[in-house]
């Protein structure tokens, strides 16, 4: 059964620190592409950050360069989102996706691309 389960959100201050984690479980995860979403109340579901396995290769929004760095841990099968300098706007419900992609991407995947999703972790970002 494939898994991709979701730790790490919280609420913080303006200009705070928070680590999100995503552990797959399931899928060979070397093969795949993660990427992280987040979704704020009435608005679409947006990317912020994908990272393809099979070569490390990472993409950003650029709404989050420089702030946010994601990066995996093959070993474990999970994969991390550092996120610095939060404002509210950031405040969202944050999820992690994968889908079957193992080339050099110039772009992340589209949110329709991706195969299995988590259930979502709560960032709140107080002014």
């Known amino acids: 059964e494939v898994q991709l389960v979701e730790s790490g959100g919280g609420l913080v201050q303006s200009g705070g620190s928070l680590r999100l984690s995503c552990a797959a479980s399931g899928f060979r995860f070397g093969a795949y592409t993660i990427g992280w979403f987040r979704q704020a109340p009435g608005k679409e579901r947006e990317g912020v950050s994908c990272?393809?396995?099979?070569?490390?290769?990472?993409l950003y929004a650029d709404s989050v360069k420089v702030r946010f760095t994601m990066s995996a841990d093959n070993a474990k099968n999970t994969v991390f989102l550092q996120m610095n300098s939060l404002k509210p706007e950031d405040s969202a419900v944050y999820y992690c996706?994968?889908?079957?992609?193992?080339?050099?991407?110039?772009?992340?995947?589209?949110?329709?691309?991706?195969?299995?999703w988590g259930q979502g972790t709560q960032v709140t970002v107080s002014s």
């Open positions: 990272i393809t396995n099979s070569n490390g290769r990472l």
């Open positions: 996706a994968a889908v079957q992609i193992i080339g050099l991407l110039r772009f992340c995947p589209q949110k329709n691309e991706y195969h299995y």
